[in-house]
């Protein structure tokens, strides 16, 4: 039972982190509405939790050839992994910002950041209650 715990918290602990990243990128994307021949970002979130979580086969991206090598900092997407918005409509200043769409992602990621934190208190919740329960016995 621990160690499904575990591997829950884990695998949650990573969505926590990937969403996190997520929102500073629609943030940057929001704070830079107004930066001419600015470059929407994104990332793919399910082949980055897919990645984070081990998921991926080993065939799926490139192999790093010593310790450091290719590898991102902690907690951070590689440019590799990191996706362009597609404009959704022509600008003079080539930004391919859409506020909507931006607003829209920023809502969304959110809630989902919440969700997750909750479920993570949920779980430690019901396992202090059971070890509470079990030592009462």
Do not use: C, W
């Amino acid at each position: 039972m621990i160690k499904q715990l575990t591997d829950t918290l884990n695998f949650q602990t990573q969505a926590l982190v990937l969403r996190s990243e997520r929102q500073r990128l629609i943030a940057s994307n929001i704070a830079n509405a107004d930066t001419p021949g600015y470059k929407a970002r994104d990332m793919d979130f399910s082949r980055a939790l897919k990645e984070a979580t081990g998921s991926l086969g080993a065939n799926s991206g490139m192999a790093a050839t010593r310790a450091g090598h290719i590898s991102p900092p902690a907690g951070a997407r590689s440019d590799a992994q990191m996706l362009y918005g597609a404009p959704s409509q022509t600008n003079l200043d080539n930004n391919s910002v859409d506020m909507d769409r931006e607003r829209a992602s920023f809502a969304d990621n959110s809630i989902k950041y919440e969700a997750t934190l909750r479920f993570i208190n949920g779980s430690v919740r019901t396992m202090l209650d059971s070890m509470k329960s079990h030592n009462a016995s």
